[in-house]
């Protein structure tokens, strides 16, 4: 329970930043699950030291450090959705959810990679591999991460899928605390599934789509994915609003 040790005084947050940052730099060439990486999140990490020894606690993610897909509008990292023509792009205001995450103490770390615009527009006959984009190249497996060698599918394809469009790949490879993918039809359960995740497509409407790269408004939601069923819910409550 990392809450629980953050309250302990057995670790702080700035700890746990650097602790990421170091297994993002240690195995990020291999697995390739972040797009962008927060620049600043050792100075986030220390504010929100500084507001917990002065007793205050913005909430249940209070210093913990996720990352968001990046269909979702960050405005201190650029919101790609893995499409060349916006990398770089840097949106000119936040997504709800990730004001609610910040709302709720969370340090958004990085911006994980994706399937190019969350894989509509690659489809049959020619479609690219899952967890492929032009930004941010292929993503790969954590329990098996080289490429496939057989001759049919030898371009550069993972050997063993990373599941739908969402990333789980640095959540289950200790990278973060826990990621926010979003749902058309099977985009957080089928990475969750593929990576040994937990995972929830919320109810349509139950989180904020505000400042996130749609597809279709019937189906779209963003949803958590986490280690744990608890982590979920945490993160799910938190996405909601101060009011869940």
Known sequence: ?????????????????????????????????????????????????????????????????IALKDNIHTTDMPTTGGAMAFEGYVPPYEATLTKNLREAGAIIIAKTGLSELANYVAGAPTAMPGNYNAVGGQGYN??????????????????????????????????????????????????????????TKPTLGRISRYGIIPITADQDTAGPMGKTVADVAIMLGAMEGAAP
């Open 1 to 65: 329970d990392m809450q629980k040790a953050l309250k302990e005084k057995r670790v702080t947050s700035r700890e746990l930043v650097v602790e990421y940052l170091t297994r993002i730099a240690m195995y990020e060439d291999k697995l390739n699950a972040a797009i962008n990486v927060n620049s600043n999140p050792i100075e986030e990490a220390e504010q929100l030291d500084r507001e917990r020894a002065e007793g205050r606690i913005r909430g249940p993610l209070h210093g913990i450090p």
């Open 142 to 199: 954590p329990y098996d991460p080289r490429k496939d060698p057989r001759e049919a599918t030898a371009d550069g394809r993972p050997a063993l899928g990373t599941g739908g469009s969402s990333s789980g790949i640095g959540t289950a490879a200790n990278f973060w605390a826990g990621n926010i993918g979003s749902e058309t039809s099977g985009s957080v359960l089928s990475p969750s599934n593929a990576n040994m995740l937990a995972g």
